[in-house]
């Protein structure tokens, strides 16, 4: 490191409308430095740093590259002085592949006619994945990849434009832990060929690990730059947080109940990859319990994950949700106690699928009963009673309430017996039968509900809360207000509507409860656009509002991606605090730390397979490595390890 300060940013400010967001900041970065930025969510990281690639422009304050005052105007400006920037929320074009998107703008082409050089263009990114370790397939397109994946994209880049000055805004944040042990490996490695990287981090220890010098904001504000030597994460916490921070999650004893889901001999097919991305895999998930689901990226959690929520279709097996009744059709009264939902507030909260379902069966009765009439008419026997009249317009036809019952249990009883029947003509089927108690709450009981069918939005109603792996593909409605995005599984209840019109007053009302509780910092509150948000707090909007359903079941997929370390903290004490209330916790995450952590119970996959379940309490992180890796393999039934030679290969088939 020399001391040539290359970037210096002096008393930078600015403002977006409610918020200042950078507060008279100054930084230098040295030739050969790894600077780190440390701070809580939303304190104004990003923004600083767009403003330095020229994507802002600051209210106030100057910037000096290389010793020279510089104006940047856009991020044209800012790769004209070498600068580059690997953004938090990534600027990849979906329907491109991963190598135009790396060489977009920047295209290595013929000096006549400007045709392009496919062939260096290539071989130059192959020897920038070798040198990097990174494995990116450069012909697939950004929309089919796993975050992770897109991640080393934008990565690769920025290393491909050859800047000096690099910005690494939470590179981490997705990468399994071997990449990031090969990413430090490379900043050093770049460091020591004298570029100078800037690196936005959550993760203390990574800071601890790689970088020269710290400086630490605080709601917009800089708190001052440390020497990374002269510190230690618990000081960086407390610096950035304000308050000490517990990095262990204390939690008592799991007091397992009855299953939530069941999980058999289930095959899921990916179409993008071509083959069983999961394959016969079966568990479940009991009341009051977390599972980790730990494994190496890519190898089938993630389409686990998507066939449970609904994403992704079922190639064969069963998904069975218990008792899913109890959730759909609960209601508090107002002094919080659980009461079955009136007949007409069932109407009106009701999803509209039914309704139509309805109207085709009376339309298809209709018919049927009209052909009946006419046969009948033409045998010149007495005309047939219509049927659609008897079972819809009932002997009570004043009662909305009964019209609608009737037709439920008619529906129900047509469900039913079309189950048995299958059952009867296929041996292997599972019928899915549905119950229902019509003299006591009403209810509609689905006994096991089998899940491989059913629409997202039944599976969400039904009892299942899901926290995305990719949360701006599917978790957020980028360009929706945060409230609308904090009730968007359950906008069309009572609460947030009447006759069909959403309540603002009660969706704010909401969001700010939620915002209080969950300390979700924006620039305009519950009206904020969702897309203007920090990181960090659009993940915790989605935190707050799939926890606050307080479903049977939550399947939490890296929770608390790109969260601070007083919001982990936070997330995790309330992710124990479901678990204690009752609801069984699917989470996968390829933090062993947080895996070890919070489980009770974990599932290690490989290659789409389930091979190992292990008690966090009798096994190590090396161990959960080595069944991470296929280098071992358990037999689920015994919970004793199999040899692989005698298995066959079975695992690397
Ligand atoms: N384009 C924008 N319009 C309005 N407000 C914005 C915009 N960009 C950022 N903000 C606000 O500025 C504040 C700082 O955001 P920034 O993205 O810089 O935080 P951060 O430190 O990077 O946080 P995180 O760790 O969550 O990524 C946030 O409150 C955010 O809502
Ligand atoms: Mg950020």
Redesign the pocket.
């Known amino acids: 490191m020399q001391d040539t300060n290359v970037i210096e940013l002096k008393h930078i400010c600015k403002s ?2 409610g ?1 200042k ?1 950078n507060d008279d900041i100054s930084l230098d970065l040295k030739k050969g430095e790894i600077h780190a930025l440390l ?10 740093m767009s403003v330095l690639f020229g994507m802002y422009e600051p209210d106030s304050g100057q910037i000096f590259v290389n010793g020279k005052e510089e104006k940047i105007k856009n991020p044209n400006d800012a790769t004209r002085l070498g600068i580059g920037m690997v953004h ?1 929320h990534f600027m990849l074009v979906g329907c491109y592949t991963a190598l135009q998107n790396i060489i977009l703008g920047y295209e290595p082409a013929t000096k006549f006619f400007g045709f392009l050089k496919p062939k260096d263009v290539r071989q130059s990114l192959l020897d920038l994945c070798k040198k990097y370790k990174f494995e990116v397939n450069l012909d697939e397109k950004i929309d089919d990849m796993p975050v992770g994946e897109q991640q080393k994209v934008e990565i690769l880049k920025m290393l491909y434009r050859k800047n000096d000055i690099l910005i690494f805004d ?1 590179p981490t944040a997705v990468l399994t832990p071997q990449e990031i042990d090969d990413l430090m490996i490379s900043m050093k490695e770049l460091a020591k060929e004298g570029k100078s990287i800037l690196f ?1 981090s ?1 993760k203390l220890n990574e800071i601890m690990e790689v970088a020269d010098r710290v400086t630490v ?1 605080r709601k ?1 504000k800089c708190l001052g730059t440390l020497d990374v030597k002269s510190t230690d994460p618990q000081h960086l916490s407390r610096l950035m947080v304000g308050r000490d921070v517990q990095l262990v999650v204390s939690k008592k004893e799991a007091k397992p109940g009855e299953d939530v889901l069941t999980v058999d001999k289930l095959c899921v097919y990916s179409a993008e990859k071509k083959r069983e991305v999961v394959h016969d895999v079966s568990f479940s998930v009991r009341k009051g319990e977390i599972v980790c689901v730990a494994g190496i990226e890519g190898n089938g959690q993630s389409e686990l994950v998507y066939a449970l929520a609904g994403l992704e279709k079922v190639r064969s097996g069963s998904i069975i949700l218990h008792n899913l009744d109890t959730y759909r059709y609960r209601r508090l009264d107002k002094n919080g106690v659980e009461k079955p939902v009136s007949g007409f507030n069932r109407i009106a909260s009701d999803n509209i699928d039914h309704v139509r379902r309805v109207s085709r069966e009376a339309i298809k009765c209709f018919f049927i009963n009209s052909y009946r009439h006419c046969v009948s008419l033409f045998n010149k026997k007495k005309p047939f009673v219509p049927y659609v009249k008897k079972q819809y317009f009932s002997p009570k036809p004043e009662s909305a309430i009964y019209w609608k019952e009737t037709a439920q249990r008619d529906a129900i009883l047509r469900h039913n017996a079309r189950e048995k029947l299958k059952a009867k003509l296929h041996k292997d089927y599972q019928p899915n039968f549905v119950g229902a108690d019509w003299k006591g709450d009403q209810s509609l009981r689905y006994v096991n509900a089998h899940l491989e069918e059913m629409t997202i939005r039944d599976r969400s109603i039904g009892g299942i809360s899901h926290i995305p792996e990719d949360r701006q593909k599917y978790g957020l409605a980028l360009d929706f207000s945060l409230k609308d995005n904090l009730v968007l599984q359950r906008y069309f209840e009572r609460k947030f509507q009447t006759l069909g019109f959403t309540n603002d007053r009660a969706k704010s009302e909401y969001a700010n409860e939620l915002i209080k509780r969950y300390d979700i ?3 305009l509150g519950g009206s ?1 656009t969702v897309r ?6 659009q993940q915790k909007a989605i935190i707050a509002r799939e926890l606050d359903r307080n479903t049977p079941l939550l399947i939490a997929v890296q929770p608390t991606r ?1 969260l ?1 370390v007083g919001a982990i903290e936070f997330i995790h004490k309330e992710i124990v605090k479901q678990r204690d209330a009752g609801s069984g916790i699917l989470l996968v995450s390829l933090e062993l730390e947080e895996v070890m952590n919070l489980s009770d119970r974990i599932l290690v996959m490989f290659k789409g397979e389930i091979v190992a379940e292990l008690d966090p309490k009798k096994t190590t992180v090396q161990e959960i490595g080595l069944y991470m890796s296929g280098a071992k393999r358990m037999d689920l039934k015994t919970h004793k390890d199999i040899p692989l030679s005698e298995e066959g290969g079975k695992a690397h088939a």
């Open positions: 977006f409308p918020i967001a701070g809580e969510n939303g304190a104004g990281k990003s923004t600083l938090q939470e936005i959550h904001l917009g910092r924006s620039s904020t203007s948000m920090s990181g960090g707090n790109g601070d």
